[in-house]
């Protein structure tokens, strides 16, 4: 199976920052990377697909960007809803593997 | 509107079997692939395999392999996944996920999750 590493594992900022978060495959996925949000106790958001592709209703503060083996997820100005876990996962040649996460806490 | 429910928490003991269920509504099951992902407390989101319920056909993740069934009912609009010979680590919560678009991809909706407890 592909394995995919995130970092950081653990992310502090302030309300406004900008944050990035990196994702790297350990073979070529092309663009085939999503990204979820995960608050404790809920089942994640799908916020993003084919590496760039924002979900309908997901805010235009988040891009993404990358294709190959790395990729980046970025929140341009965090806001208090943001504070969360964050995972990248691929979804080449009909497998699915996620990240270990990123958590995005308060400064 | 799409709602995916699942059965509800189980306890085992190591070395049993749990079987957990996923009915899906408001979209046409076999329309979507399933896919099975599971996360320990405290822990990140793990990958088990997926359920084409069109076909029947699956795909596990390597590490899964020989102990995980992925089956469907089409006349009820279910899933389930079976894991065989659980151990401890195995304790987690475990969520079925429809696919976002018709053919292979992420996913948009999410089972509410079972929780498993694996204990002696």
């Known amino acids: 199976d592909i394995q995919m590493t995130q970092s950081p594992s653990t992310l502090s900022a302030s309300v406004g920052d900008r944050v990035t978060i990196t994702c790297r495959a350990n073979?070529?996925?092309?663009?085939?990377l999503a990204w979820y949000q995960q608050k404790p106790g809920k089942a994640p958001k799908f916020l993003m697909y084919?590496?760039?592709t924002l979900v309908d209703g997901v805010p235009s503060r988040f891009s993404g960007s990358g294709s190959g083996t790395d990729f980046t997820l970025t929140i341009s100005s965090l806001q208090p809803d943001d504070f969360a876990t964050y995972y990248c996962?691929?979804?080449?040649?009909?497998?699915?593997?996620f990240g270990q996460g990123t958590k995005v806490e308060i400064k | 509107q799409v709602q995916l429910v699942q059965s509800g928490a189980e306890v085992r003991k190591p070395g049993a079997s749990v079987k957990v269920s996923c009915k899906a509504s408001?979209?046409?099951?076999?329309?979507?692939?399933l896919h099975w992902v599971r996360q320990a407390p405290g822990q990140g989101l793990e990958w088990l395999g997926w359920?084409?319920?069109?076909?029947?056909?699956?795909k596990y993740a390597q590490r899964f392999q020989g102990r995980v069934t992925m089956t469907r009912d089409t006349s009820i609009s279910t899933a389930y996944m079976e894991l065989k010979r659980l151990r401890s680590d195995d304790t987690a919560v475990y969520y079925c996920?429809?696919?976002?678009?018709?053919?292979?991809?992420?996913?948009?909706?999410w089972g509410q999750g079972t929780l498993v407890t694996v204990s002696s």
């Open positions: 996920a429809r696919v976002f678009r018709r053919g292979y991809g992420p996913v948009d909706y």
């Open positions: 408001g979209y046409t099951f076999t329309d979507r692939y």
């Open positions: 359920i084409n319920p069109n076909t029947g056909g699956t």
């Open positions: 073979q070529t996925i092309s663009t085939w």
């Open positions: 996962q691929q979804y080449n040649l009909y497998s699915g593997t």
């Open positions: 084919k590496a760039s």
